[in-house]
């Protein structure tokens, strides 16, 4: 395992490949991506009865995981988004519908504003710049997902699904100690279940 420079800059370098590369096949494949997603996703894996399923607020060129959400609230599940609290800290997941209102958050994202209810998600549908068949991802290198996943998993079981363009895919992610693998991804082609 390479040494803790090494590790920073291989990931780095990584990061900055993995934006162009799925900036470029947003440009080709990403009109529809979301509904395609929402449909491979209901088909593949149970959402859990009853259970609250957390998603994202899409920037840039991120597959769009609205749909889906959308989805999820007219099967009867509740849905929430992560929203930053700080640097080294665990996201927390405000409840999210489409017609509610949202403020600016960290780093200038949109959340759901502060009133809104704080969930605990059983499914997280997790953002990605990069992922592999082992179930790992590479994401934007604070750590907030690694570190709430981690927190979460503490507690008890919770499905952690990474969401990303096929295009996305690579033979390997750069991986750390502190890397949590997911337990399914999915892009706008497939359902990819990891082994465990």
Do not use: N
């Not at 995981?65 to 992560?82: E, F, K, S, Y």
Request: hydrophobic content about 45%.
């Amino acid at each position: 395992m390479p040494d803790g420079t090494e590790l920073r800059d291989a990931k780095k370098a990584f990061r900055a490949a993995a934006r162009e590369h799925r900036a470029a096949y947003h440009r080709d494949h990403g009109a529809g991506a979301g509904e395609r997603l929402r449909d491979i996703v209901l088909k593949r894996i149970p959402l859990p009865p009853g259970g609250v399923v957390s998603g994202y607020l899409p920037i840039d060129d991120e597959l769009d995981p609205l749909p889906l959400l959308r989805a999820a609230i007219d099967r009867g599940h509740a849905a929430c988004v992560p929203v930053v609290q700080g640097r080294g800290k665990p996201l927390v997941f405000r409840d999210w519908r489409p017609e509610a209102p949202l403020v600016d958050g960290v780093f200038g994202v949109s959340v759901p504003a502060p009133e809104a209810l704080e969930r605990v998600p059983d499914l997280l549908f997790v953002p990605l710049l990069g992922f592999d068949r082992k179930g790992f991802r590479m994401g934007y290198g604070a750590g907030f997902y690694d570190r709430t996943l981690a927190g979460l998993r503490a507690r008890r079981p919770v499905v952690a699904v990474g969401i990303g363009y096929a295009g996305q895919e690579v033979t390997a992610v750069p991986v750390g100690l502190h890397d949590e693998a997911l337990d399914w991804i999915v892009t706008d082609r497939e359902a990819i279940r990891i082994a465990v």
